[in-house]
Structure formats: structure tokens, C-alpha cells
């Protein structure tokens, strides 16, 4: 069974920046790409980007390229997302989830294995 915890979700001004992070169990991380996704209240989830096994190559959406940045530690089983000049926007619930082996390549934002109970991010204006 894989299990996804989100944390470091918080409320930050915008122009601020958020680390959130996400611990992965139960699959071998190194055998995954993996995913950000995040869903806005009334709005469907979205994703925002994706990172190769060593976050070599990766992929973001236009909306967050260029702010937002993925790494992961393997040996730690985390994946983390670092947001930078965040916008209001960018209010949402945030998750993580394994995606294809191509993400990062293609985009193909898809998840994989379920989701997390999320960790929100909430950007004042």
C-alpha cells in the first residue's frame, strides 16, 4: 500500500515563498517520476509539475514555471516543492503522487496510486 503525507502547507503574503514537502511509503521511490498536483476551491485538480527519478528533468505548467522548483531525496523518500513569489492564485490544496515514467518529458501529469490528504497553501493578496 502506498502512502503519500504532505506537509509544510501554510498561509504566506504573496510575493513569499513555501517549502512543502511530501513522504512517500510503500514503493521504491527511485522507480518513479513523481508529481505535484494541487486543486483550488470549485476547481478540478490540476497538475503542476513533475520530476525525473534525480529531478534531472522536469516538467511545470506555464502558470508556475519559473517560481516553483522539485527536488527529492531518494534515499529519504521525499519529494519537496519549493514555491517562490507566490501569487493568490496559487491557493490551494497541494499533493503529491507517483506519475508515468514520461512526465517529465512529455508532461503527462497523470497520478498514479492514489492521493495524500493534501497540505494546503494559502497566498493573501
Known amino acids: 500500500q502506498v502512502d503519500l503525507v504532505e506537509s509544510g502547507g501554510g498561509l504566506v503574503q504573496a510575493g513569499g515563498s513555501l517549502r512543502i514537502s511530501c513522504k512517500v511509503s510503500?514503493?521504491?521511490?527511485?522507480?518513479?517520476?513523481m508529481g505535484w498536483f494541487r486543486q483550488a476551491p470549485g476547481k478540478e485538480r490540476e497538475g503542476v509539475g513533475c520530476a525525473s527519478w534525480n529531478a534531472g528533468r522536469t516538467y511545470y505548467i506555464e502558470a508556475v514555471k519559473g517560481r516553483f522548483t522539485i527536488s527529492r531525496d531518494n534515499a529519504a523518500n521525499t519529494v519537496t516543492l519549493q514555491m517562490n513569489d507566490l501569487k493568490p492564485e496559487d491557493t490551494a490544496m497541494y499533493y503529491c503522487?507517483?506519475?508515468?515514467?514520461?512526465?517529465?518529458?512529455?508532461?503527462?501529469?497523470?497520478?498514479?496510486?492514489?492521493w495524500g490528504q493534501g497540505t494546503q497553501v494559502t497566498v493573501s493578496s
Open positions: 503522487a507517483p506519475v508515468p515514467w514520461n512526465c517529465a518529458m512529455t508532461g503527462s501529469l497523470r497520478a498514479l496510486k492514489g
Open positions: 510503500g514503493l521504491i521511490l527511485l522507480d518513479y517520476e
